[in-house]
C-alpha cells in the first residue's frame, strides 16, 4: 500500500519549534519532489515548503521564509520541515504530498495537488 504519514505536530508556545516528519511506505519517496502544506481552520489548503528529488533545490511561502527549514532523508525515505519561532499563524493541520511527474518546486506548492490526503498532523501554536 502506497502512503505518506505525516507525524510530529504538537501545541507549542509562540516563539517554539517543532520538526514535522513525512514517512513514505510502499514506494521510494527519492524519485519525487515533496511538499509541506497547511490548512487552517476555514481556509484553503496552502503550500508551505516543497524540496526537489534530484538538486536539493527548495521552495518556501514568503510566511515561513527564514523560519522553517525541509529537508529530505533518503535512506530513511522521509522528509522533514523543521519549524522554528513558530506563530499563532503557523497553526493549521499540515500535510505532506508528492508532486507529478517532472513538476517543480515552485509549482507544487503554488498549485497544491489534487486528490486524496492523509490524516495530516495537528500544529497549534498557542500560549
Known amino acids: 500500500q502506497l502512503q505518506l504519514v505525516e507525524s510530529g505536530g504538537g501545541l507549542v508556545q509562540p516563539g517554539g519549534s517543532l520538526r514535522l516528519s513525512c514517512a513514505a511506505s510502499?514506494?521510494?519517496?527519492?524519485?519525487?519532489?515533496v511538499g509541506w502544506f497547511r490548512q487552517a481552520p476555514e481556509k484553503g489548503r496552502e503550500g508551505v515548503s516543497c524540496?526537489?528529488?534530484?538538486?536539493?533545490?527548495?521552495y518556501y511561502a514568503d510566511s515561513v521564509k527564514g523560519r522553517f527549514t525541509i529537508s529530505r532523508d533518503n535512506a530513511k525515505n522521509t522528509v522533514y520541515l523543521q519549524m522554528n519561532s513558530l506563530k499563532p499563524e503557523d497553526t493549521a493541520v499540515y500535510y505532506c504530498?508528492?508532486?507529478?511527474?517532472?513538476?517543480?518546486?515552485?509549482?507544487?506548492?503554488?498549485?497544491?495537488?489534487?486528490?486524496?490526503w492523509g490524516q495530516g498532523t495537528q500544529v497549534t501554536v498557542s500560549s
Open positions: 504530498a508528492i508532486g507529478p511527474p517532472f513538476t517543480t518546486v515552485q509549482a507544487l506548492c503554488v498549485i497544491p495537488p489534487s486528490g486524496s
Open positions: 524540496i526537489s528529488s534530484s538538486d536539493g533545490s527548495t
Open positions: 510502499g514506494f521510494t519517496l527519492d524519485r519525487y519532489v
